[in-house]
């Protein structure tokens, strides 16, 4: 459990102690290193390398099926998700971009419009809105990180410590390690065996939503 | 751009909108939205980061059949893989044009504008309706200069997005890309200025009830505005 209440105020000085003993025991599972599954794209894109597409595939397969079964509700329709966005990510390894983003974000992409296209499809309106239509492939650039810097400061406030506790458990963690812990977004990301670019996002939308909530109780 | 978009569609709706689960109506407006606004495009690539960690941290489903994917993985790699698979080419750009104005459209309503049915005139505003809607009416909805919608509450939910020029009703001023949300029973007199006309993008859940006076003659007119 997180001690999110140390925003508060009231366990500021206990909330020091550091927690990274019990963090450094927990990997049981084999160890993900860190680009891992960019380089395997990577070499299913040149070589159309089975190997790397096998671990690939018994990674997010699975995985792909979990998320099926959560969408869907029904195995066939999982699978049949598993199977078009696995079929994709072998086909078109090479319009993958490490650098807009990781393999993971890339994956789920895919399974997305899958999913949203089979849904329609289910409809046969061949005009009809679609994936293609919706979501831009991120093909827009980057932007300044400004805004988290000037939100810094506004965190100790005490009004934030309510909204601080209904941030999603994933976002409130890294919010938790950066601002309270003081940790680096570089430590964050070893501790946690994120991605980089996955804790200066969840940062940014938990920014993005304390700054709603705030906006909400103004108004 | 220039003009700051200040109108968001908020974190709600921008979640569905990544995972795939908003009305693919309403999902067309955000789309054009996150075209015309660079926070909400940075937002947006936040939250599929956010997404793809989540679907990489997810517990991994248990097969009762062992040789389910192990099939699937020798009948996918058995397949020809893309080797040039060349990005998509850029879209040359969409216009729309009406009453001698040509308007520029935002990728990602560009295939359903260049399908858009025939205008439809009254007074100083003109629709145009979109081949998108399911459950939702879409419409592409021209305001001349000067020009103001009668007083009206809406039945539905109405979602207006600001495409080109500037809209201004009792709740402020809106420019390009700022997305207006209006709940059911909200009402407002959205009118533009003397020297600006105005496109916008329309999505509505039900018909427009008109209020005041003589224009409430308008509302068998109602099905103009749907």
């Known amino acids: ?219 | 751009m220039t003009h700051a978009v200040k109108f968001h569609p908020g974190m709600m709706l921008m979640e569905q909108y990544v995972e795939g689960t908003l009305a693919a109506d309403v999902a067309l407006a955000v789309a054009t939205h996150i075209d015309l606004c660079p926070h909400c495009q940075q937002l947006c690539q936040d939250l599929h980061n956010d997404k793809g960690a989540q679907l990489a941290e997810l517990t991994p489903s248990v097969s009762n059949n062992e040789s389910e994917f192990a099939d699937m993985l020798s009948f996918i790699t058995s397949q020809a893989p893309v080797f040039k698979a060349a990005r998509k080419t850029e879209a040359d750009s969409v216009t729309v044009t009406f009453n001698d104005r040509e308007f520029k459209i935002p990728r990602a309503l560009s295939r359903m504008a260049k399908q858009h049915g025939k205008w439809l005139q009254l007074g100083g505003i003109a629709t145009a309706k979109l081949p998108a809607g399911e459950k939702l009416h879409v419409s592409l909805l021209y305001i001349d200069k000067g020009t103001e919608i009668p007083n009206h509450t809406h039945l539905g939910m109405e979602l207006t997005l600001v495409l080109s020029g500037r809209i201004c009703d009792e709740n402020g001023e809106y420019g390009a890309g700022d997305l207006l949300i209006n709940s059911p029973d909200d009402t407002h007199t959205p009118h533009t200025r003397v020297d600006e006309d105005c496109l916008c993008l329309s999505v509505l859940s039900a018909p427009l009830k008109f209020n005041k006076g003589l224009v409430r003659l308008l509302n068998p007119l109602q099905q103009f505005f749907y």
């Open chain 1, 1 to 219: 459990m997180l001690e999110s209440t140390a925003l508060t105020g009231h366990h500021a000085t206990s909330q020091a102690t550091p927690r990274m003993p019990d963090r450094m025991t927990i990997s049981a599972e084999p160890h993900i290193r860190s680009g891992q599954w960019e380089d395997a794209l990577t070499y299913v894109a040149v070589n159309a390398d089975k190997a790397a597409y096998a671990e690939l595939f018994s990674y997010f397969a699975p995985r792909l099926k979990a998320f099926g079964m959560k969408m869907f509700g029904n195995e066939q329709q999982a699978l049949e998700m598993v199977q078009d966005t696995m079929l994709n990510v072998w086909k078109k390894a090479g319009l993958f971009d490490a650098s807009r983003g990781c393999a993971s974000t890339w994956i789920f992409t895919i399974a997305r419009n899958v999913r949203f296209d089979m849904l329609r499809k289910k409809q046969s309106r061949k005009d009809d809105v679609s994936a293609d239509d919706l979501w831009a492939d991120g093909d827009y650039p980057e932007q300044e990180e400004s805004a988290s810097d000037k939100w810094e400061t506004m965190l100790m406030s005490e009004k934030l410590a309510p909204h601080f506790d209904a941030l999603p458990p994933a976002q409130r963690l890294v919010m938790q390690k950066v601002y309270i812990e003081e940790k680096s977004h570089q430590e964050v990301s070893d501790e946690l065996d994120i991605p980089l670019g996955t804790v200066k996002s969840r940062i940014r939308l938990a920014l993005d939503r304390l700054r709603e909530a705030l906006d909400d109780t103004r108004s």
